[in-house]
T-cell receptor, first 117, second 116 residues
Framework: ETGVTQTPRHLVMGMTNKKSLKCEQH?????MYWYKQSAKKPLELMFV???????ENNSVPSRFSPECPNSSHLFLHLHTLQPEDSALYLC????????????????FGPGTRLTVL | AQKVTQAQTEISVVEKEDVTLDCVYE???????LFWYKQPPSGELVFLIR??????QNEISGRYSWNFQKSTSSFNFTITASQVVDSAVYFC?????????????FGQGTTLQVKP
């Protein structure tokens, strides 16, 4: 496997279900990101992890719970979602989140298309 | 606040035509980075280019070229001799320097359709 992979690619769940999205990067990066892409909306950053520590939570509802056990893996645990949470969820990674004025390029996975019934 | 505007929602061209995708940005940072990504129907965002605010030199990569103009806060993308495989949604993005948290601010995207 190369680059950034995401599983599953498609997921249909009911509002009472609990499911998890998985992301794995094979680039040797230390920062990982979750984005949400809804129809007709720009990509929205949800969470950022840098060296396994969460550095950004963009006011995401608690029904989305991220987990980053190591720099290569990122999960998004889902529970009691709403139909408006249906979207494409994209994972990305970069070398790291720097504290100076540099910005590393983010590389994206193929996404998980989530449908909440 | 940072903002990226891609005013063209959809563009349709015939194969072999040249096409320019516009991107205008707003930021108060003196150091920042601009990106272009391509999103084909498969969904994955494919990285195309990254420029920092101090490098205004235009760049050409095969049929792709980018025109960065700080004076007009624009970072436009031109595809020369377009091909059907260029059909995708293209996103321009901005990331800040002084308040860098890894956050990318994306434009709304421009859907390009190249017809044979």
């Amino acid at each position: 496997e190369t680059g950034v992979t995401q599983t599953p690619r498609h997921l249909v769940m009911g509002m009472t279900n609990k499911k998890s999205l998985k992301c794995e990067q094979h680039l040797g990066h230390n920062a990982m990101y979750w984005y949400k892409q809804s129809a007709k909306k720009p990509l929205e950053l949800m969470f950022v992890y840098n060296f396994k520590e969460q550095t950004e939570n963009n006011s995401v509802p608690s029904r989305f719970s991220p987990e980053c056990p190591n720099s290569s893996h990122l999960f998004l645990h889902l529970h009691t979602l709403q139909p408006e949470d249906s979207a494409l969820y994209l994972c990305a990674s970069s070398l790291q989140v720097t504290t100076d004025t540099s910005t590393d390029t983010q590389y994206f996975g193929p996404g998980t298309r989530l449908t909440v019934l | 606040a940072q903002k990226v505007t891609q005013a063209q929602t959809e563009i349709s061209v015939v194969e072999k035509e040249d096409v320019t995708l516009d991107c205008v940005y707003e930021t108060r940072d003196t150091t920042y980075y601009l990106f272009w990504y391509k999103q084909p129907p498969s969904g994955e965002l494919v990285f195309l280019i990254r420029r920092n605010s101090f490098d205004e030199q235009n760049e050409i990569s095969g049929r792709y070229s980018w025109n960065f103009q700080k004076s007009t806060s624009s970072f436009n993308f031109t595809i020369t001799a377009s091909q059907v495989v260029d059909s995708a949604v293209y996103f321009c993005a901005l990331s800040g320097g002084s308040s860098n948290t890894g956050k990318l601010i994306f434009g709304q995207g421009t859907t390009l359709q190249v017809k044979p």
